[in-house]
């Protein structure tokens, strides 16, 4: 697990891709079992460490990460995401070339827990809310034969599957997206998610100074814009 910052209050880490940011019902790791692991191989005290999720990522997504080490740092950092101060910026490649260099997607998205998806839908429909994201273009390639376009998205919401719906329902489905792009469906085209959350930025819950964290993206399609010229500070206007 790689660490980017650790104190009495709080720890940012890198998820890895394929690993749930919250404790599941399995035998499979997931990222408040890791850490908890990894404060009591650093703490003499007994009891369980407390781990306190502040936001999430979905399990094919990797990226930096934060969480409270404890209930008053974790009030503090759950008001930072209600009162959208918590930034948080992602890398994806998209099937396609926005017309736009950068842009505002704003929809309104319905989730189905059923089938764990979410759609976008007219406004008054009931149990819909509102979605908006913020995005600029770093990159074009021809992969496989098709147009394929690195974005940074600055998420102004937090939605289920939010950048993946959006994304798909303008046109630019992510690569290796089978839930959303019906290219990477099951038995057809395979790839894996190129979704991962580069950047995170905060004030610390206890000092109010500013932390600031980057993380490269990695794996699926990635590596094909290695060279790319991504933000790794989360400035105001880069967006």
């Known amino acids: 697990m790689r ?3 650790e104190d009495k209050d709080l720890i940012a880490v890198e998820k890895p891709p394929g690993m ?7 035998f499979a790791p997931d990222m408040v079992s890791e850490i908890r692991k990894h404060i009591h191989m650093l703490s003499t005290g007994g009891g369980e460490p407390y781990v306190g999720v502040i936001h999430r990522l979905d399990k094919p997504v990797g990226g930096v990460m934060v969480y409270a080490k404890n209930p008053k740092a974790a009030a503090a950092l759950s008001r930072q995401v209600q009162n959208h101060e918590l930034r948080k910026i992602y ?3 998209v099937c396609g070339k926005p017309v736009d260099n950068s842009g505002v997607f704003v929809d309104y998205l319905l989730k189905d827990p059923r089938e764990n998806k979410s759609r976008i839908v007219d406004k008054g429909i009931t149990g819909a809310k509102r979605a908006e994201l913020r995005y600029r273009t770093v990159q074009t390639r021809l ?3 098709e147009e394929v376009t690195l974005v ?11 950048i993946r719906v959006q994304f798909a329902g303008h046109g630019l489905p992510l690569w290796g997206d089978g839930r959303y792009h019906p290219a990477f469906g099951p038995g057809k085209r395979r790839g ?3 979704l991962w959350a580069c950047g995170l930025a905060f ?4 000092s ?3 932390l600031e964290f980057f993380s490269a993206p990695e794996g699926s399609v990635f590596p094909e814009f290695a060279d790319a010229p991504l933000h790794k500070t989360l400035e105001s206007g880069a967006y």
């Open 208 to 210: 109010g100074e500013l």
């Open 20 to 26: 749930d940011a919250q404790s599941v019902h399995s």
């Open 152 to 162: 940074q998205v600055e998420l102004v919401s937090g939605r289920h599957h939010q």
């Open 143 to 145: 992969l496989e034969g």
């Open 91 to 93: 890398a994806a490649a």
């Open 203 to 206: 004030r610390h819950p206890v």
């Open 3 to 5: 660490i980017f910052y």
């Open 192 to 194: 894996t998610l190129a």
